[in-house]
């Protein structure tokens, strides 16, 4: 066959040279690379899948609900009660993982010729489908700890007029959550940008929330017609598999990415097994409580071994500082222990796993430390 690259494909101009989003899959005793759930699906549960998987089975010759009503009923009814907001069905939209619900948004309210902003380190699937949808990018600051610089990102914002501005809490890579007032001064200034016109949307994405020490953003809704909330089943619902999304917003909104979804997008047996999982949140979200405080035992051991760590709301934690972040990557993962490097200059991030496998990850930082004579660069004072 020709030996044919990338560059010599009529491949856009965006996204020449950017590299498709993945992380390394690695056949070690301990994964903690990806931020998944380590928890099996109890078996009730499964059970449960099994059934309605069955049932939907029966009619596969037939396409599936196509504006998944059931389940976005059922995901309203977790949210008004999770999230202490009251939500209905009109507020709803499921699809095939938050990505695609991010997808579906820039291409409703991005596109050629419009612009989005996030504020990076942060999830690099927003740049990514940005680009995907031909939507211009832009990198927004942060601060030394990692939090927004509300003055520099309101300043932006005001000289660049964004149409979609991303907001991740709490954040990925970094774990930690930004404030309600921040985001409520980020989508007065988006508002203000474009006043003249048509408004910004302001996408929160929520995916970690459930870990956090704080309450979701969803009570922000309430008259606010241009924020978005966006959730994923793959974290705290330990379904990564699944690869369910969903939002919340304006009624609008919702009726708004429908003009761009594609047709049946959600199968009947993503609906069957999403709604088995619903029927178990109590079960899973226990699941929750124990990661969460597996995750600030993460912290406070990390800390009293020597390592700076960022606040964390979510299933991770970001520690360092290293000299070289990726060689300590390695000596970690040379004693079996996959931890992941997002490239933030320094750092490095573990996923809350299991009592033992946390166990493992802290014997193999202390490991690191004792095979090269190194210490991490000195903290900073930090709160516990």
């Known amino acids: 066959m020709t030996d044919v690259r990338i560059d010599d494909l009529p491949v856009r101009d965006e996204l020449r040279g950017k590299s498709p989003y993945g992380a390394p899959q690695l056949d070690v005793p301990v994964r903690l690379n990806t931020n998944e759930n380590p928890y099996p699906l109890p078996e009730p ?63 409703t309210f991005g596109g050629p010729g419009r612009t989005a902003i996030g504020f990076e380190p942060s999830y690099s699937m927003h740049a990514l489908i940005s680009r995907g949808t031909g939507t211009g990018w832009v990198s927004g600051p942060r601060g030394d700890d990692f939090t927004v610089d509300l003055a520099a990102a309101e300043k932006v914002i005001a000289e660049l007029r964004p149409d979609v501005v991303f ?24 508002q203000a940008a474009k006043a003249e016109t048509a408004g910004a949307m302001v996408v929160v994405d929520e995916a970690y929330v459930e870990f956090s020490h704080g309450d979701s953003l969803l009570p922000l809704l309430e008259g606010r017609p241009h924020l978005v909330i966006s959730r994923t089943m793959s974290k705290a619902f330990g379904a990564a598999g699944l690869r ?19 047709p049946y997008h959600l199968s009947a047996v993503t609906q069957a097994t999403a709604l088995a999982a619903l029927e178990h949140t109590d079960t899973l979200l226990k699941y929750v409580d124990q990661l969460k405080s597996e995750r600030d035992r993460l912290v406070a051991e990390l800390r009293a071994i020597g390592y700076e760590v960022t606040e964390s709301d979510a299933n991770f934690v970001q520690f360092g500082r290293f000299p070289d972040a990726h060689a300590a990557w390695q000596r970690i993962l040379d004693r079996g222990v996959l931890v992941r490097d997002n490239g933030v200059p320094g750092w490095l991030r573990v996923t809350a796993g299991t009592p033992a496998e946390n166990d493992a990850f802290l014997d193999a930082v202390r490991e690191h430390l004792s095979f090269v004579g190194d210490t991490p660069t000195p903290p900073k004072e930090q709160s516990a």
């Open 167 to 190: 907001i991740t809490t709490p954040n990925n890579p970094t774990g930690n959550a930004v404030p309600p007032e921040t985001v409520l001064a980020l989508y007065e200034a988006a």
């Open 244 to 262: 369910l999304g969903y939002l919340a917003a304006h009624p609008a909104v919702v009726d708004a990415v429908q003009l761009v979804r594609l």
């Open 45 to 107: 549960l499964v059970e449960r899948i099994t059934e309605r998987v069955r049932e939907a089975a029966r009619h596969l010759n037939r396409y599936p609900d196509r504006d998944v009503v059931e389940l976005r009923t059922e995901l309203a009814r977790y949210l008004t009660k999770t999230g202490q907001y009251p939500l209905g069905p009109e507020n709803v939209w499921a699809a095939n993982g938050s990505n695609e619900v991010i997808q579906q948004l820039l291409q």
